[in-house]
T-cell receptor
Framework: AQSVTQLDSHVSVSEGTPVLLRCNYS??????LFWYVQHPNKGLQLLLK??????LVKGINGFEAEFKKSETSFHLTKPSAHMSDAAEYFC????????????FGQGTELSVKP | DAGVIQSPRHEVTEMGQEVTLRCKPI?????LFWYRQTMMRGLELLIY????????DSGMPEDRFSAKMPNASFSTLKIQPSEPRDSAVYFC???????????FGEGSWLTVV
């Protein structure tokens, strides 16, 4: 079975400082991994995805994530936080015997202080 | 290209009433998903379809919930009778193939009083 664990339910950073949102996954197959972002009262938007190509994946708004098979991790980073980055972030795994469905982490709420 | 379209965006209904949520997936997508989001449980997959056929409905809470996909461009999620604990945001999503990016609608915000 596949699963995903987001290690922090809430992260707070100051504007202009780096962002690190941690995610570990479990999968018996080569997974597809995603990060989605949800702003307050909005739907979910894809930030980036990993599908067995380059292990460092670049997404929108300056975010990137690195797939580390040995650590079963897919952490999301950004060099410099912006106020508009404040949102809920979801790490997601898909593939293998799960058919087309996604398995979501519990989410990490990112707060950005001025 | 239009994204996933959901209606209604907001609905407030009384307990016991029937609720129907609607979804139009992205044209050409073979997979359609219904998710529910609450503060307590986060995002839960309720059911998903492949080529209009329900594949996995193990997430449907109980018999009060039903979902249909009569054709490739339309799906409904029905709750009958509704209860206050059904209050949540219901998301419809679609994707082209398994493992590929899933695109979400803006959600239907349901409040049952």
């Amino acid at each position: 079975a596949q699963s995903v664990t987001q290690l922090d339910s809430h992260v707070s950073v100051s504007e202009g400082t780096p962002v690190l949102l941690r995610c570990n996954y479990s999968s018996s197959y080569s997974p597809s991994l995603f990060w989605y972002v949800q702003h307050p009262n909005k739907g979910l938007q894809l930030l980036l995805k990993y599908t067995s190509a380059a292990t460092l994946v670049k997404g929108i708004n300056g975010f990137e994530a690195e797939f580390k098979k040995s650590e079963t991790s897919f952490h999301l980073t950004k060099p410099s936080a912006h106020m508009s980055d404040a949102a809920e972030y979801f790490c997601v795994v898909s593939g293998g015997n799960q058919g087309g469905k996604l398995i979501f982490g519990q989410g990490t709420e990112l707060s950005v202080k001025p | 290209d239009a994204g996933v379209i959901q209606s209604p965006r907001h609905e407030v209904t009384e307990m016991g009433q029937e609720v129907t949520l609607r979804c139009k997936p992205i044209s050409g997508h073979d997979y359609l998903f219904w998710y529910r989001q609450t503060m307590m449980r986060g995002l839960e997959l309720l059911i998903y379809f492949n080529n209009n056929v329900p594949i996995d409905d193990s997430g449907m809470p109980e018999d009060r919930f039903s979902a249909k996909m009569p054709n490739a461009s339309f799906s409904t999620l029905k709750i009958q009778p509704s209860e206050p604990r059904d209050s949540a945001v219901y998301f419809c999503a679609s994707s082209l193939i398994t493992g590929n990016t899933i695109y979400f609608g803006e959600g239907s915000w349901l409040t049952v009083v």
